[in-house]
């Protein structure tokens, strides 16, 4: 048997967090949250779980959970979000690992993770499909993050596994929610990431996302939450290419 160390970022997170809490208490040795700033009862419903977080300004997912990483006193970490809810066969299976023989440290194991928009599952929320399979449990000696402004992953494993079960990701919970992060998130590409500035690429692009994402991703199943994930998807990919096309338009010329 090895210990286990969960690591949880959070912002702002009071919505769900007891429901994200409840299962990771049942499996972690030690249990490290990186709070951003939250001004709702996150931090007391922390304290209800005898848990004081740790604060850090947020720059990317990916730094911020690097840094919840390098806090922990494990070998093995969990990350999880503070909007993924894992299920009881999700927290057995973690016992039953927990319970043999340490693993290789280059292996790493993922979750299956079913997205949830405006409380309804749906079958993709861009850029990904709905089941997708994150790394999340692995030994941090071998394995941390990428510093993508975006859609980060875990990686230096060799081999991976799927933990049995699934992890609830309730994200998106309001139409508000949906494009505030649709905001951020392009924000934060254009800051991080070059983008080359072009109106006629975000509209080819834009085009191209609505029929990959809602036609061939089969967004249009999920009626009209599937309209909200199509939209989200076709704005995001236009978003991008306009924010840098103004960010270039409005800088100072020499």
């Not at 290789?104 to 850029?127: C, K, T």
Request: proline fraction near 5%; charge should be neutral.
């Amino acid at each position: 048997m090895f210990p286990l160390s969960v690591c949880v970022l959070t912002f702002n997170s009071a919505r769900l967090l007891k429901d994200v809490l409840t299962p990771l208490a049942e499996i972690a040795d030690e249990l490290i949250i990186v709070d951003s700033g939250s001004s709702d009862e996150t931090l007391e419903i922390c304290q209800e779980f005898g848990i004081k977080p740790v604060y850090r300004a947020y720059t990317t997912h990916g730094e911020q959970m690097n840094y919840a990483i390098s806090q922990v006193s494990n070998q093995w970490v969990l990350c999880m979000d503070s909007d993924e809810i894992l299920d009881p066969k999700t927290v057995e299976e973690i016992k039953k690992i927990k319970s043999g023989a340490m693993p290789d440290p280059h292996m790493a194991f993922r979750i299956s993770r079913h997205w949830f928009v405006l409380g309804q599952e749906v079958h993709n929320i861009y850029p990904v499909t709905s089941p997708d399979y994150p790394v999340r449990l692995f030994n941090r000696e071998c394995v941390g993050f990428n510093n993508q402004p975006v859609d980060d992953a875990a990686e230096g494993y060799s081999n991976t596994a799927v933990i049995a079960g699934f992890v609830k990701h309730d994200t998106f919970f309001s139409i508000h929610e949906v494009f505030n992060k649709l905001n951020g998130y392009t924000t934060r590409l254009v800051k991080y990431k070059h983008v080359k500035p072009s109106l006629a690429r975000g509209m080819f692009s834009a085009f191209g996302s609505f029929w990959k994402w809602y036609i061939f991703k089969n967004g249009w199943k999920d009626g009209k939450v599937g309209v909200v994930t199509g939209t989200y998807a076709v704005a995001y990919s236009f978003m991008k290419y306009l924010k840098a096309w103004y960010q270039n338009d409005a800088s100072p010329k020499k």
